[in-house]
């Protein structure tokens, strides 16, 4: 989560932040299994992330990339400058790009590709049924990136945030910007309020009681 904390703080810091309408944390498309450690819009492209820190094997990354490349634009793989060499020949064989954590911030090693979408694979992979359901419908890739800035709004709320400080963006906001997880922490927060709702007014009634009681005893002849 580290590496990724300082990819997006030098992200913003690198390019035009109007051109980033988008990160998602975390995220696999619909009808896949290839999930991206991040996924961004960025200038009418559509990026899968992934990322390899200091600790981090490589013995997935040929079959992640591979996959990867088929539902996005383009495919970026960020690493700790201990994974240079070997993820370098992985990301010159699948033709996707290659950034390399420095002290300075990340520096390119390789370009990478820029592919388009498969219309038939858009239709069949990545839209939803109750979005191909709609008579307006169509396949296109600038209709999905409207669709994922749509169903994504929270995430890009959070994205809007950081972009006025990112030098205060910390791992736990990374992980806000995945709708599930936010979620479940609402959920967390909010189960955390009913239980200390629960115990005050367990509390209150014992108290009551209490008070009741004590005066039942007085009361007594």
């Known amino acids: 989560m580290k590496i990724k904390t300082a990819?997006?703080?030098?992200?913003?810091?690198?390019?035009?932040?109007?051109?980033?309408?988008?990160?998602?944390?975390?995220?696999?498309?619909?009808?896949?299994?290839s999930r991206a450690d991040l996924a961004a819009v960025i200038d009418d492209k559509i990026v899968?992330?992934?990322?390899?820190?200091?600790n981090d094997k490589l013995a997935r990354?040929?079959?992640?990339?591979?996959?990867?490349?088929k539902i996005y634009n383009k495919v970026e793989v960020v690493v700790s400058p201990n994974h240079a060499n070997q993820s370098r020949k992985i990301a010159k064989e699948f033709g996707v790009g290659l950034l390399v954590e420095t002290p300075d911030g990340f520096k390119r090693i390789l370009k990478g590709r820029q592919r388009r979408l498969d219309e038939t694979y858009l239709l069949r992979r990545l839209f939803p049924i109750n979005e191909r359901k709609h008579s307006s419908f169509s396949p296109t890739e600038e209709n999905y990136r409207a669709y994922l800035i749509k169903k994504y709004s929270k995430s890009r709320f959070i994205l809007e945030e950081i972009k006025n400080s990112p030098e205060r963006l910390s791992p736990e906001t990374v992980k806000n910007l995945n709708p599930n997880h936010l979620q479940r922490a609402e959920k967390m927060q909010f189960k955390a309020m009913y239980r200390d709702e629960?115990?005050?007014?367990?509390?209150?009634?014992?108290?009551?009681?209490?008070?009741?009681?004590?005066?039942?005893?007085?009361s007594a002849p």
């Open 7 to 33: 990819f997006i703080q030098w992200l913003l810091k690198s390019i035009p932040k109007e051109k980033i309408s988008l990160i998602i944390n975390e995220f696999t498309a619909n009808n896949s299994n």
């Open 48 to 54: 899968a992330l992934e990322f390899k820190s200091q």
């Open 61 to 69: 990354l040929e079959n992640q990339v591979k996959h990867l490349k």
């Open 198 to 218: 629960l115990r005050q007014s367990v509390k209150t009634l014992q108290s009551t009681q209490s008070s009741s009681n004590s005066s039942l005893e007085n």
